[in-house]
Nanobody, 122 residues
């Protein structure tokens, strides 16, 4: 049982920056992979970035190096630093995590946060 709560979204001008945070809380054994997805109006949800508990990262190619994912395992928190933002980055950003609820031998269960709105506009 885990809850994911995102924060840090808002309105920003093109070229600006935002830092999203997602904190996991509740009763669980461990969290392996955490990630960020986004969904623009009228479009399908897409993967933005993933990070493992050891710090390995994966990004969608279209970001062109503008985003950075990181995590603080002690705080069970994942971050997304977004720079040089474009209007096409506008959308709802969702936190995602694979969680072992019972113990090390448990099958990971996938959880989603409620989403946080990011709007890039002048």
């Amino acid at each position: 049982q885990v809850q994911l709560v995102e924060s840090g979204g808002g309105l920003v001008q093109p070229g600006g920056s935002l830092r999203l945070s997602c904190a996991a809380s509740g009763r669980f054994f461990s969290i392996n992979v955490m990630g960020w997805y986004r969904q623009a109006p009228g479009k399908e949800r897409e993967l933005v970035a993933l990070i493992t508990s050891s710090g390995s990262t994966t990004y969608v190619d279209s970001l062109e190096g503008r985003f950075t994912i990181s995590r603080d395992n002690a705080k069970n928190t994942v971050y997304l630093q977004m720079s040089s933002l474009k209007p096409d980055d506008t959308g709802v950003y969702y936190c995602n995590a694979d969680v072992k609820n019972r113990g090390r031998w448990d099958t990971p269960y996938n959880y989603w946060g409620q989403g946080t709105q990011v709007t890039v506009s002048s």
